[in-house]
């Protein structure tokens, strides 16, 4: 998918756009920041969709070992209500989560 992508020092080569932008935003495929926003915000964070989001902090300060297993469905659970197909998805390490799926 194709959208708004925000980066920080920000060099657009010949597509979408031309030019150099220093901190504004680009159009790319931009299925990571999609991901990344949805594991980073909280439910209630999106206003028009109260139940998205799935709050990554907080499992990954839990001291609790079944969080894992919770997290891991929690983002099964977010990914597809954000119509993100999932085909494999491993939070053994939460330093590295991995997810393969697409949109």
């Known amino acids: 998918m194709k959208d708004f992508i925000i980066e920080e020092d ?10 150099d932008l220093k901190g504004d935003f680009a159009i790319k495929d ?5 991901i990344e926003h949805l594991l980073l915000s ?22 609790d070992a079944t969080s894992r297993l919770r997290l891991e469905n929690e983002i099964d659970k977010q990914l597809s209500y954000d119509n993100f197909y999932v085909k494999t998805l491993d ?3 939460l330093q590295n989560i991995k997810i393969d799926g697409n949109y």
């Not at 920000?10 to 030019?19: M, P, Q, R, S, W």
């Not at 931009?30 to 999609?34: I, P």
Request: aromatic share 10%; charged share 25%.
């Open 42 to 63: 909280q439910k209630g964070s999106y206003k028009e969709f109260p139940i998205l989001g799935v709050g990554i902090k907080k499992y990954i300060n839990s001291p």
């Open 10 to 19: 920000l060099l657009i080569i010949k597509g979408d756009f031309e030019g």
């Open 30 to 34: 931009s299925d990571q920041q999609h």
């Open 91 to 93: 939070v053994n390490d």
